[in-house]
């Protein structure tokens, strides 16, 4: 079976929990998510075995951290603790208009350390170059220094000469880059010529370059030797740009939509877990498709796993 090791970020949720008791107190509930955290534990969902990879501290809640990957079936041995250290953490917030606001408090989370320590690093490549995947994100490449980005680009480099697969969602957040576009298109644009697997959001690449059309994505692209360039459009067609052709695969409309957090994490779930396991890429497509039409269709980036398997019908 193949093995796919994600790389990133576990942060601290807090997000509004209704009280009819509170007063004029906010109740938070607690819960962990991270973009690619998120994707490891639906790709663990799926079938895939998985790994995570991060860093964390030895505080109660990066343990709880861990007591989770250990419950999704996601492997810990490529995630370490160190003592004194913590995780970051965001608070969720509803504005009047309903819609969704993120406060961020991850300035000293360990996971930005990532790649940096000499040590660990070695440690950590060799471990890596045992998966036959590794995904990764530009949330991933925003939080830790120029060095290792450094370090994390050569290991891709040799990684990929030893035939690995390396999978990349831009995943563009303007604000992890101090709003600093240039040197934001300029790491992007130095992984994607490395990318195997692209699972991009238009809405991403128009942010991050201007614009926001198909032809313009794909243009810029095309000759960067990626083997799929996936088109995530929200509730349009899924576009793949494969051996030169245009593949466009339906979204079905998904009724009682709650909460699109994790749509596009999900998706990349379902996408990588069907190609690790053989299926077309229409195939996998669609499954990215299902796999996500349960995720918005329930509270939070990670839904409750007995939600999740009473609506996950598998691949076929």
């Given at each position: 079976?193949?093995?796919?090791?994600?790389?990133?970020?576990?942060?601290?949720?807090?997000?509004?929990?209704?009280?009819?008791?509170?007063?004029?107190?906010?109740?938070?509930?607690?819960?962990?998510?991270?973009?690619?955290?998120n994707?490891?534990?639906?790709m663990?969902r799926?079938g895939i075995?998985?790994?995570?990879?991060?860093?964390?501290?030895?505080?109660?809640?990066?343990?709880?951290i861990f007591?989770?990957?250990?419950?999704?079936?996601?492997?810990?041995?490529?995630?370490e603790?160190?003592?004194?250290?913590?995780?970051?953490?965001?608070?969720?917030?509803?504005?009047?208009d309903?819609?969704?606001?993120?406060?961020?408090?991850?300035?000293?989370?360990?996971?930005?350390?990532?790649?940096?320590?000499?040590?660990?690093?070695?440690?950590?490549?060799?471990?890596?170059?045992?998966?036959d995947?590794?995904?990764?994100?530009?949330?991933?490449?925003?939080?830790?220094?120029?060095?290792?980005?450094?370090?994390?680009?050569?290991?891709?480099?040799?990684y990929?000469?030893?035939?690995?697969?390396?999978?990349?969602?831009?995943n563009?957040?303007?604000?992890?880059?101090?709003?600093?576009?240039?040197m934001?298109?300029?790491?992007?644009?130095?992984?994607?010529?490395?990318?195997?697997?692209?699972?991009l959001?238009l809405?991403?690449?128009?942010m991050l370059?201007?614009?926001?059309?198909?032809?313009?994505?794909?243009?810029?692209?095309?000759?960067?030797?990626?083997?799929e360039?996936v088109?995530?459009?929200?509730?349009?067609?899924v576009?793949a740009?494969?051996?030169?052709?245009?593949?466009?695969?339906?979204?079905?409309?998904?009724?009682?939509?709650?909460?699109?957090?994790?749509?596009?994490d999900?998706?990349?779930a379902?996408?990588l877990?069907?190609?690790?396991q053989?299926?077309?890429?229409?195939?996998?497509a669609?499954?990215?498709i299902?796999?996500a039409?349960i995720?918005?269709?329930?509270?939070?980036?990670i839904?409750k796993?007995?939600?999740?398997?009473g609506?996950?019908?598998?691949?076929?």
């Amino acid at each position: 079976m193949a093995r796919i090791a994600a790389i990133g970020e576990v942060m601290v949720e807090l997000a509004p929990h209704p009280s009819t008791d509170a007063g004029d107190k906010d109740i938070m509930a607690l819960g962990f998510a991270g973009d690619t955290f998120n994707t490891a534990i639906y790709m663990a969902r799926t079938g895939i075995q998985t790994e995570y990879v991060t860093l964390l501290g030895d505080d109660p809640y990066s343990e709880k951290i861990f007591d989770l990957a250990k419950a999704e079936n996601v492997g810990t041995s490529m995630m370490e603790t160190m003592a004194g250290r913590l995780p970051g953490m965001y608070v969720i917030r509803n504005s009047p208009d309903g819609e969704r606001e993120f406060y961020y408090w991850r300035k000293e989370a360990r996971a930005r350390e990532l790649f940096a320590a000499k040590a660990h690093t070695e440690n950590l490549i060799n471990q890596l170059k045992e998966c036959d995947y590794v995904y990764l994100s530009g949330i991933t490449l925003a939080i830790i220094s120029d060095h290792s980005r450094l370090v994390l680009l050569r290991f891709i480099k040799e990684y990929r000469a030893q035939g690995g697969t390396f999978c990349f969602d831009i995943n563009y957040r303007p604000r992890l880059w101090d709003n600093d576009q240039t040197m934001a298109q300029y790491v992007m644009a130095e992984f994607m010529e490395h990318t195997d697997i692209a699972l991009l959001t238009l809405d991403d690449e128009a942010m991050l370059w201007g614009d926001g059309s198909i032809d313009a994505t794909i243009e810029r692209y095309k000759n960067n030797g990626i083997k799929e360039l996936v088109l995530k459009r929200g509730a349009e067609e899924v576009v793949a740009y494969v051996n030169g052709e245009k593949l466009r695969v339906p979204v079905s409309k998904v009724d009682g939509v709650v909460d699109t957090t994790g749509a596009g994490d999900s998706f990349n779930a379902g996408y990588l877990s069907a190609r690790a396991q053989g299926f077309s890429y229409e195939d996998a497509a669609r499954h990215g498709i299902h796999v996500a039409s349960i995720v918005i269709r329930n509270r939070g980036a990670i839904v409750k796993k007995a939600s999740f398997n009473g609506m996950y019908n598998g691949l076929n």
